[in-house]
Each structure stands twice: as structure tokens, then as C-alpha cells.
């Protein structure tokens, strides 16, 4: 028996050197990488960069939310089914705790005259924290920005390198003579919602096409706007007067959902847009009320409005009224910027009950405080935090 075992062993060591072994079990693909980078391929041919393995998705560190910025909110200041005309910069009296845009009557689309800022303190000012610096009885529209900005550093001289790389033409003279139709701007608020800024430009060109049978969706996202035959002749400059403009806000009204809709507009945008331009119709809402209100009237009327949220109208106030005094706190890219501009390392996001946060909303208000009144200058520079070298502005502390 044990002759017949040796010879059973001796055969299979002969054969285990005739048949080839079996090939291993492939390696993971991580495995595989991590060879990668020691080595050497064995045909000699060019060793190729090591790339690194994708990153496990975890909950909390997944995809960073989309962050409102200027940018995306261009539609709600511009008629953005054409370039506005660069209209010349006139001096005028201006106050960071009014409205300060030249603003359109949606109705007529004639300029409305807001109430002349008095020469003299105003019972406004007397209810001012002793804490916020009086507006000068002379600031125009020509050293608004100008004044704005010195403040800004005066109280915090970090603000100096942002400003200096970055310009705000939107409370620039130039920027402070563009007329704006504020029906206009918070139809472009709604119809932006939830979608791509080239989306919603093309949706607002089907939209004012609908209302102009001469025109087309492809040729009003594309082509520059114009001012209305009823507005100056200086401020049309070389601007087509074929150019549709948006429509009025009793036309809209009367049109049937089902028409809006077919602009691409989901059935709550239709719903939103008729209902906004029902009260422009009936008078409840007016180009007048926007230009003199107070900031906290404007924001709760426009909060009533369906389809109008906080954000929303708070950009609508910053960017189209032109106000210089608004803070939005809900606004992820403000957030991570102060968060920033305080020193804080912003590369991880964390997340906090379910919303994604950088900064809470109390320390935010209490920082833009010392901002007063210019608070929206403050905000806008804010964005531009991480696109400008802020170690030097660390080094000085807080």
C-alpha cells in the first residue's frame, strides 16, 4: 500500500510541472490601483499616472447643494430676452434705507417719481440705532458706492483687499440709471425657480413671445432690450425698438393657464405669475408702493405673494429696488463667505439638522450689524470672499 501511494505522489508532482496552474482570482479593482503606483508594467510600455479611487458616497458629505449667487439672480434684474442699453449715469439724491432703482410702472412703463429724500434728517433716522452712521443730506447716486465702501473698511479694515479687486457696478452710478420694471423682475424670480439660468432665459423669451405674435422664443433669449417706445428717446440708445417688451401685467392676468404653460411653465409658475399679475392689475401691488416702502413693508407684502419666498424677495430688493440695507441669512454662499471672512476653514461642509450650514443665522446678523446701513454691499462682497486671497485678511484677526 505504501508502494501505491509513492507512485500516486510521483505522478502528481509530474504533472504539476507539466500542467500549467491555474491563474489566481483577478485582483479588486482598488487592489488593482493601488499596484498601480509601484508597479512597473512588465511589456516595458509607458507606466501610466495612478488616478485616484473614487471616493465611497457617504451621507452628509455627498454633493454640495447648489448655492444661490449674483450670478444665477441676473435674470431677476435684467430683461433678459435682450442686453439692456448702458444708460449714462445721472446724479440724484440716494439713500441706503430706500429704494434707490429707476424704477418703471409696469402699468404705463413710465418712470415713477419716487418721493423726493428730504435735505434734512428724517423721522427715519431719529429711530436709527446711535450705533449706525447718518446718511449724508448730499449723498447721490454718484458717491453712494463710494461712501458705502469707505464705511465697509472703517469698520473692519479687512474689507479693503475686497474691494479693491472687486467692483459692484450694481450700486455704481452706472448701475443705479438702469431702469427696471419690477413686475418684470419678480415674474424672472418665479420662472428661475428650481431651474438651469439657460432654462429660464429661454422659458422667459417663449414667455414674452406669447404676448407679441411677431416675435420668437429663439430670437427674445438672445437679442438686447429695449426701453418702450413710451419711455425717452436718450434712454433707448441703440437699441432695436422692434424688441418686444414684457408684457403688461393685465394681459397676463386674462390670459388662461393653459396658454402660460405652454411658455414651459410648470403649472404652479402659471398659477404664481397670473396671481402676481392680477394684484399689479387690481392696484394691490404698485411700482409706487416698491419705491417708498420701507424695507420691512416691502418684504412682508411680497412674502404674502404666492410663489414669492424670503430669498426671493430679498434679492429682488438687493438687485432690482437697489436697496443698500439687505441681509439674507438663508443664503448658502453668503454663509460660507462670512464663514470665511472669519477665519473659519469652509473645505468640509457640515451639515446640521438636515440643512446644510457653514455659519448660524444668529452669529451672521449679529457680524452684519456693525455693517449698517450697508449691509447689501457687505453681502455682495461676501460672495466674492473665496475668489480673493484672504490670508492677509486672516492675519489681522477678528
Not at 438672445?222 to 425717452?232: H, R
Not at 451639515?351 to 450650514?357: F, I, S
Request: with cysteine; aromatic share 6%.
Amino acid at each position: 500500500m505504501a508502494s501505491r501511494r509513492s507512485a500516486r505522489l510521483a505522478s502528481l508532482v509530474t504533472n504539476a510541472a507539466i500542467v500549467e496552474p491555474a491563474s489566481p482570482p483577478a485582483p479588486s479593482v482598488a487592489s488593482r490601483k493601488r499596484k498601480a503606483a509601484t508597479q512597473a508594467p512588465a511589456t516595458g510600455e509607458t507606466e501610466k499616472a495612478p488616478s485616484t479611487p473614487r471616493k465611497r458616497r457617504t451621507k452628509g458629505t455627498d454633493d454640495v447643494p447648489e448655492t444661490p449667487t449674483p450670478a444665477e439672480v441676473k435674470l431677476i434684474t435684467e430683461g433678459a430676452h435682450t442686453a439692456k442699453p448702458r444708460p449714462a449715469a445721472v446724479s440724484r439724491l440716494a439713500d441706503p434705507n430706500r429704494t434707490n432703482a429707476v424704477l418703471r410702472s409696469p402699468k404705463t412703463s413710465r418712470i415713477i417719481a419716487s418721493t423726493a429724500v428730504e435735505p434734512i434728517p428724517s423721522k427715519l433716522r431719529d429711530v436709527i440705532k446711535s450705533t449706525v452712521p447718518a446718511t449724508s443730506a448730499t449723498t447721490t447716486t454718484t458717491s453712494l458706492l463710494e461712501e458705502a465702501c469707505a464705511h465697509l473698511i472703517k469698520v473692519d479694515a479687512r474689507m479693503k483687499p475686497l474691494i479693491d479687486a472687486h467692483h459692484c457696478r450694481i450700486f455704481s452710478p452706472e448701475g443705479l440709471a438702469e431702469q427696471v420694471d419690477p413686475f418684470e423682475a419678480l415674474c424672472s424670480s418665479i420662472i428661475s425657480q428650481q431651474v438651469s439660468g439657460a432654462a429660464a432665459k429661454t422659458i422667459k423669451g417663449r414667455f414674452i413671445a406669447l404676448f407679441d405674435p411677431t416675435s420668437n422664443s429663439s430670437s427674445s433669449s438672445t437679442t438686447t432690450t429695449t426701453t418702450p417706445s413710451s419711455e425717452p428717446a436718450a434712454t433707448a440708445d441703440d437699441v432695436s425698438a422692434s424688441t418686444p417688451p414684457f408684457p403688461r401685467p393685465d394681459a397676463v392676468a386674462a390670459t388662461a393657464l393653459e396658454t402660460l404653460r405652454t411658455a414651459g411653465l410648470s403649472q404652479r409658475k402659471a398659477e404664481y405669475i397670473q396671481g402676481l399679475a392680477t394684484q399689479f392689475a387690481a392696484g394691490e401691488l404698485t411700482g409706487q408702493l416698491l419705491a417708498d416702502a420701507p424695507y420691512e413693508d416691502v418684504l412682508a407684502r411680497l412674502t404674502a405673494v404666492r410663489g414669492l419666498g424670503r430669498w426671493s424677495v430679498e434679492m429682488f430688493a438687493c438687485f432690482a429696488l437697489k436697496r443698500l440695507d439687505v441681509f439674507s441669512t438663508g443664503d448658502l454662499g453668503v454663509q460660507r463667505g462670512m464663514a470665511a471672512f472669519v477665519g473659519r476653514d469652509v473645505a468640509r461642509l457640515k451639515a446640521k439638522g438636515g440643512k446644510w450650514k457653514y455659519m448660524g443665522e444668529r452669529e451672521m446678523e449679529e457680524v452684519a450689524e456693525r455693517f449698517r446701513p450697508y449691509r447689501s454691499l457687505f453681502m455682495w462682497y461676501m460672495w466674492r470672499v473665496l475668489e480673493t486671497d484672504v490670508s492677509t485678511m486672516e492675519s489681522w484677526g477678528w
